[in-house]
């Protein structure tokens, strides 16, 4: 049963109450000062949080309000996938601007629907008036042995989720005037965090993981950094969606898969019949400073950039 | 002792680097996808999320970058208070505009301070360019009964911590192009979570609390709302600080003082000299309808407002 505390009067109760409306039992217990989750004994709780801000992160123009609240939701709990992590809740942090008031109900339908697809709940959040829209995705998750970027060692593979390069395909031809594919589109518009398929990954057998957010390349830097180790990747081995050209793969951010390090013993085909979620091997660690190498055809290759939101 | 993951390349890494030279051993375990966090067995997360917009929350002509950073972590915090939840920790979610980015060590100062006399750290955050500066804090606590809004009953006494009407007077007062008093200034600049009174609130049988955030009588409103019982107050009873009136002090918003119900059993001496906190009886709970009534003398008066973000 959901229960909500009532509220008093006043524009921003009745803005809550409309996306209360919107989120039926997808929202629980949202009213008091602040939320109250129960964290299992012997795990420990996973949290971050994700700011999707209006001309940095998206622009209203390419994909509807409904996809806004969809893509800035999944970004966020893609953090707790890469933790390996349970979801058990998200607030939603949100600043509207006076012409995106009509509009609310759609951000928060696509905040629902991906707290749906996740099987998680909203437990709490703000609303405040102010110049530039944006949407602050708190998540909270649990896992009894979190997995982390720290843990990659020389001799693991490096393996990735899915298919890539088909948001920043997707950015590029919205930039240039025209339009994506459908399915570059979607990958931007209606990301899947890969959730359930984070939850397997220290069973079997990963190192280290991170998600795709800042792009391959800079994300396996992260890697790299972390656990002190160096990593090559092949270009030629990376997953390209289709339509999306291998350079781009290796650069496109704000993917959503997963990028993980694992020993001899993961066993990908039946990582892929768990999770329906194809995975990728593209290079491995080694005992080099800490940083990435990108081959093509075992020549060296420089993949610059890497996507860094102050850069947008 | 405090470990931070190794952070990559790029003007966002760079930036998180210079706050966590600000913060010192105030940030914890910064840096992977999430942050990790252990609630004690048998206590509940209690979580919150709030912004400080500019323009909206505060304008930078008032007060300082450090104190702008301050006041929105004690904002967030406040909420924990209000729970009677002990502190586990913050996260950061700042939206920085290009104009902005010299200051950023600076809000992250305020913020700093105000951790530290929470006695809390920071465990985490998210860092973004965007139009609009904003804070967005969530703060992370734990409670065995969290304290809620819904608790209040027939024949409680209604108490209020500290001395009102200082921040409404502060703004008044830079609104009209005038500086307010020190003190009235203090009160809005650098607001105090009740943290530690919040905690032993539950156990000196506190029914139900609410911060006051929203102003007296609207919080009030949603403590009678939520318990289901009608609450009168008496204007002439309302601890006042220096140089504000007692409308303002039933009307100043984002007090960040407590209020609560409690029966018979409540010492308020006690508590006082447990928390180094004046608490004031300003009335009492019936069983009218839900709401709240204003008295001046025992004569009802009509005190309209409260604060509500998007009217500001």
């Known amino acids: 049963m959901t229960t909500h505390t009532s509220l008093g009067a006043g524009r921003e109760f009745d803005a809550i109450r409309a996306m209360l409306d919107v989120w039926g039992p997808r929202a629980r217990g949202i009213g008091d000062d602040a939320a109250i989750v129960a964290v299992p004994a012997g795990e420990q709780l996973v949290v971050s949080t994700d700011t999707s801000v209006d001309n940095v992160h998206f622009r209203r123009t390419w994909i509807s309000a409904r996809d806004i609240g969809y893509r800035a939701t999944m970004a966020a709990l893609s953090d707790l996938a890469a933790m390996g992590a349970r979801p058990l809740g998200v607030l939603l942090a949100m600043v509207v601007p006076e012409a ?3 509009a609310l109900v759609e951000y928060a339908a696509g ?4 707290v749906a697809d996740a099987e998680t709940v909203i437990v709490g959040g703000d609303i405040s008036a102010g ?3 944006s949407l602050g995705l708190t998540v909270l998750g649990a896992a009894a042995r979190p997995l982390t970027r720290g843990g990659a060692r020389h001799g693991d593979a490096i393996w990735v989720t899915g298919a890539l390069g ?8 919205w930039e240039q005037g025209g339009e994506p594919s459908v399915a570059c589109r979607a990958r931007f518009a209606r990301p ?7 939850q397997l990954l220290g069973a079997a057998g990963a190192t280290a993981t991170v998600d795709l957010s800042d792009g391959l390349v ?4 992260h ?3 972390a656990s002190g180790v160096h990593a090559t990747i092949a270009l030629e081995h990376l997953p390209v969606l289709a339509g999306c050209t291998l350079r781009g793969a290796a650069l496109s951010g704000e993917e959503y898969e997963l990028v993980f390090t694992a020993g001899d013993g993961f066993d990908a085909q039946a990582f892929t019949t768990a999770t329906g979620l194809p995975v990728t091997r593209i290079g491995h660690i080694d005992a080099g400073a800490p940083g990435v190498t990108v081959t093509e055809h075992g020549v060296r290759v420089e993949i610059s950039g890497g996507h860094d939101h102050f850069s947008v």
Chains 1, 2 share one sequence.
């Open 131 to 133: 110049a530039t829209l």
């Open 218 to 221: 800079a994300d396996l830097r």
């Open 166 to 173: 088909g948001p920043g395909a997707a950015v590029a031809a």
């Open 111 to 114: 905040v629902g629907d991906a």
């Open 100 to 102: 995106d008031r009509a």
């Open 192 to 198: 899947c965090a890969r959730v359930a398929a984070g």
């Open 223 to 225: 890697i790299a950094h």
